[in-house]
């Protein structure tokens, strides 16, 4: 977590640092769990295959957690988000070994609106592919 | 055969309200490996302006997702779920959803239409607490890979 930014001191044009989230196929099955989404291809590999995947997939809703992660690290506990949404442009590939996958997201301070209100344009890659296109927030800072 | 266009506009009623639990919060948190306090800690959601613990921003998708079950089920609606990919995903938020929210999910599907050989389906999930507060509006669109065939 980071300390609370404020809308006066945020800048259009500023860059958020990148931020990696590693994902593995324990953290899919625990994120089936939890969400209720027991798609077969977020856990199993053969099924994965054979309706023309490279292996299992990470969830979609787990890719955006990590980059609403992203967003809420960044502007701290006195922040709100107003709206969230991306586009899924290629699916996070989970290897069946102990490292898994990474998803990087980065981001930037793309406009300063009224009430308070900032909007991020976000970027998040894993191995190099962009899995978000059009990933953007709008948070309303102290 | 491609998703029944003749669906665009219908809305579906609510099921039974969900209520929403710290439990459940901080299993959905862990799940997405986020640590954040507010998800978990009374006394951080209260520092930050919460009355409880508040869940996460994608969240609302665990309770649209139980709700549009019954939408994308029709089978009016010819919806083929094995060839069904997430395209996009949007939300509009009044405020998070906090512990001990008793909400209900209404979806409507707001538009149906071809891009090539997939066919898209855009719903959006109206939830908001039993009182009528609305808290967050879901926009998901579906892409059913070759529907168009």
Redesign the interface.
């Known amino acids: 977590?980071s300390d609370q930014v404020s809308y006066d001191e945020v800048e259009t044009g500023a860059q958020i640092p990148a931020a990696s989230?590693?994902v593995t196929r324990l953290?899919l099955v625990?994120?089936c769990?939890?969400?209720?989404?027991f798609n077969v291809i977020h856990w199993n590999e053969r099924i994965a295959r054979s309706?023309g995947l490279p292996n299992v997939i990470a969830?979609?809703?787990?890719t955006?957690?990590?980059a609403?992660?992203f967003?809420?690290?960044w502007a701290g506990?006195?922040a709100?988000?107003?709206?969230?949404?991306?586009?899924?442009s290629a699916p996070v590939v989970v290897p069946d070994d102990e490292t898994g996958a990474a998803i990087t997201v980065s981001g930037e301070v793309t406009e300063k609106l009224d009430d308070h209100r900032v909007v991020l344009a976000l970027t998040a890659r894993s191995a190099d592919t962009k899995v978000l296109t059009?990933a953007r927030a709008v948070v309303r800072l102290p | 055969m491609a998703i029944n266009p003749e669906y665009i506009g219908k809305t579906f009623p609510p099921g039974p309200p969900y209520e929403v639990s710290r439990v459940k919060l901080a299993e959905f948190a862990d799940a997405i490996g986020d640590p954040n306090p507010v998800y978990r800690d009374r006394a951080a959601a209260a520092a930050a302006g919460y009355p409880d613990v508040i869940a996460p921003p994608t969240f609302p998708i665990v309770i649209g997702m139980a709700a549009s079950g019954q939408a994308l089920a029709d089978p009016g609606l010819n919806l083929n779920y094995a060839m069904v990919v997430h395209g996009e995903q949007r939300f509009e938020y009044s405020r998070p959803l906090v512990a001990g929210d008793v909400v209900t999910a209404t979806v409507t599907i707001s538009d149906i239409r071809q891009a090539g050989r997939n066919s898209l389906m855009t719903t959006s999930t109206r939830i908001e607490t039993v009182g009528g507060e609305h808290v967050c509006t879901a926009y998901n669109t579906l892409v059913e890979r070759g529907g168009a065939q």
């Open positions: 977590m989230y590693p953290s625990r994120y769990g939890a969400s209720g989404d309706v969830h979609g809703m787990f955006m957690a990590q609403g992660r967003v809420t690290d506990p006195g709100r988000v107003v709206e969230f949404g991306v586009r899924f059009r």
